[in-house]
């Protein structure tokens, strides 16, 4: 089963997210990985199988930031491979989704008919991508962020990040 953990804070968020996604290590997992807000961007590193792989990944390639999201998963959509592991995302929006979006083929030939371009095999990366394109359009992270949530359709926990919004 998923599990997502987040943390907005003034210490490295890294440490803290992946204490957090070790404890979720019980649940059972396929992949994993963690975003952070860097210098107003964000950065996310991802890896498939264990959580040591993304610890030796994170080792090669730290990601500061004190604002951050991680998440362990057990794929529905997609194989377990490091482009299909959470968080998705843009350069202006990072997601970690628990559950099912149940409409997501519909909302995925949408996006797709507007330009937005697809990585992944996942229900996840939907709504990193509808937030994006709220986002393109004008709208604030929170409207964005509602906009897209009232779109989907099953049962889910969403945690985001915004480029530019550390602290929140």
Same mark, same amino acid.
């Given at each position: 089963?998923?599990?997502?953990? !987040?943390? =907005?804070?003034? &210490?490295? #968020?890294?440490?803290?997210?992946?204490?957090?996604? $070790?404890? %979720? *290590?019980?649940?059972?997992?396929?992949?994993?990985?963690?975003?952070?807000?860097?210098? !107003?961007? =964000?950065?996310? &590193?991802? #890896?498939?199988?264990?959580?040591?792989?993304?610890? $030796?990944? %994170? *080792?090669?390639?730290?990601?500061?930031?004190?604002?951050?999201?991680?998440?362990?998963?057990?794929?529905?959509?997609?194989?377990?491979?490091?482009?299909?592991?959470?968080?998705?995302?843009?350069?202006?929006?990072?997601?970690?989704?628990?559950?099912?979006?149940?409409?997501?083929e519909t909302l995925r030939r949408?996006?797709?008919?507007?330009?937005?371009?697809f990585q992944t095999e996942t229900?996840?990366?939907?709504?990193?991508?509808?937030?994006?394109?709220?986002?393109?359009?004008?709208?604030?992270?929170?409207?964005?962020?509602?906009?897209?949530?009232?779109?989907?359709?099953?049962?889910?926990?969403?945690?985001?990040?915004?480029?530019?919004?550390?602290?929140?």
């Amino acid at each position: 089963m998923c599990g997502i953990c !987040g943390v =907005v804070g003034l &210490r490295h #968020a890294t440490p803290i997210v992946f204490e957090g996604l $070790r404890r %979720l *290590e019980y649940r059972g997992y396929d992949s994993a990985g963690i975003a952070t807000l860097v210098d !107003g961007r =964000v950065e996310r &590193r991802r #890896a498939a199988g264990k959580l040591d792989n993304l610890g $030796r990944l %994170l *080792e090669d390639n730290p990601l500061a930031g004190t604002t951050g999201i991680g998440h362990t998963r057990w794929a529905t959509h997609g194989a377990p491979t490091a482009c299909n592991a959470h968080p998705h995302g843009t350069e202006r929006v990072a997601i970690v989704h628990n559950g099912i979006i149940e409409n997501f083929e519909t909302l995925r030939r949408e996006l797709e008919a507007v330009g937005q371009v697809f990585q992944t095999e996942t229900d996840s990366e939907t709504i990193a991508l509808m937030v994006d394109f709220y986002l393109t359009q004008g709208y604030a992270p929170r409207e964005a962020a509602l906009n897209t949530l009232k779109r989907l359709e099953g049962a889910y926990a969403v945690a985001m990040i915004f480029a530019g919004h550390e602290g929140s």
